[in-house]
């Protein structure tokens, strides 16, 4: 139980470290930021920053996090009156069939519109 802890408390403090750049990613899912670009949002190099991601993010890289991010606003539309090609613009996908792939290979399943 105190490795919980700790892990928690080294969570939060990853959390204060990359704050900035967790900010940018879920502002701005459209974009996409190079490690370089992100590691200086957090004003660290960019193997701290992606020691402390990974740590923070449960092991996952920022690109899938931007992704992960991407695909729930992508659920969020699908229920808007938004065409799946308007979502992927919106979202910075190539296209409506991208965005569909990365949503079935990230998520198991279909986009459903």
Do not use: Q
């Amino acid at each position: 139980m105190l490795s919980d802890k700790i892990k928690s408390v080294e969570r939060i403090e990853d959390l204060k470290d990359i704050k900035s750049a967790v900010r940018a990613i879920e502002n701005e899912p459209w974009k996409s930021f190079t490690i370089s670009e992100l590691a200086a949002l957090s004003c660290m190099s960019e193997s701290t920053f992606l020691r402390k991601f990974k740590r923070y993010s449960g092991g996952i890289s920022p690109i899938r996090y931007r992704n992960n991010v991407r695909l729930m606003l992508a659920e969020e539309l699908a229920a808007s009156k938004m065409t799946l090609d308007e979502i992927a613009e919106k979202l910075g996908f190539f296209d409506a069939a991208h965005l569909c792939k990365l949503y079935k290979k990230y998520k198991g399943k279909r986009l459903k519109k």
